[in-house]
């Protein structure tokens, strides 16, 4: 094996190694969806592109649907494992994908009304989700979940999957920091029955 074809394949190695990480911290990133937490929106087995470049200049909205390291997840800082967060390979960093539903500087609280529905209450509103699987299906509040009524602080954020029979979310793991997002689901492209864009929207 001569020198040249050594410095022709490391040189191939190193430019899709950098190529992915530009692709994947400055513009998209393909997600698989493992769970049921965010029906009827999504499903197992969806695939979704996840943009990353509105990060720079925008911060999340109300009923955006955005991918992220939860606060149980330890991100370790040796290169071996920034360079696996940063080109996608060999990354065993858990991420989750929910919708954003408090903001920073909001009241929040989830509360049951006499019917027996549960309603989102955004400074003392209930706030109106057409998205959710079911209003009638929640947990019951404990005193180990987070509920409120609770003020966000700066950079804090209240997720949860619109299937809130089946999601862990803010309710069990208290609020998240905006350092750890990782970028917004745009577009459900598989299976091909199920396209569907992301449109941008709040709701309030």
């Known amino acids: 094996m001569n020198k040249e074809f050594i410095k022709e394949t490391i040189d191939t190695i190193v430019f899709v190694l950098v190529a992915l990480i530009i692709i994947r911290f400055f513009v998209c990133e393909v997600r698989w969806i493992p769970s049921a937490s965010m029906k009827p929106t999504l499903i197992e087995g969806d695939r979704v592109f996840v943009e990353r470049f509105s990060r720079f200049y925008q911060t999340p909205q109300r009923g ?17 494992a920034v360079l696996a967060r940063l080109t996608g390979l060999f ?20 509360k049951q009304n006499p019917d027996g529905a549960f309603d989102v209450l955004i400074n003392d509103k209930a ?8 209003r009638f299906e929640y947990p019951m509040c404990s005193e ?48 091909f029955t199920r396209i569907h864009y992301f449109e941008k929207k709040e709701y309030n």
């Open 64 to 80: 955006d649907i955005m991918v992220f390291y939860p606060p149980e997840t330890k991100l370790k800082k040796n290169p071996f």
């Open 144 to 191: 180990t979940m987070f509920c409120g009524p609770m003020v966000l602080g700066e950079d804090e954020y209240f997720m949860m999957g619109d299937n809130r029979g089946h999601s862990a979310d803010s309710r069990y793991w208290g609020v998240l920091n905006k350092k750890r997002f990782i970028g917004r689901a745009k577009i459900l492209f598989w299976p």
């Open 127 to 134: 706030i109106q989700e057409p998205y959710i699987m079911n």
């Open 91 to 110: 990354c065993k960093d858990t991420a989750f994908i929910k919708r954003v539903i408090g903001l920073p500087g909001e009241k929040i609280e989830i």
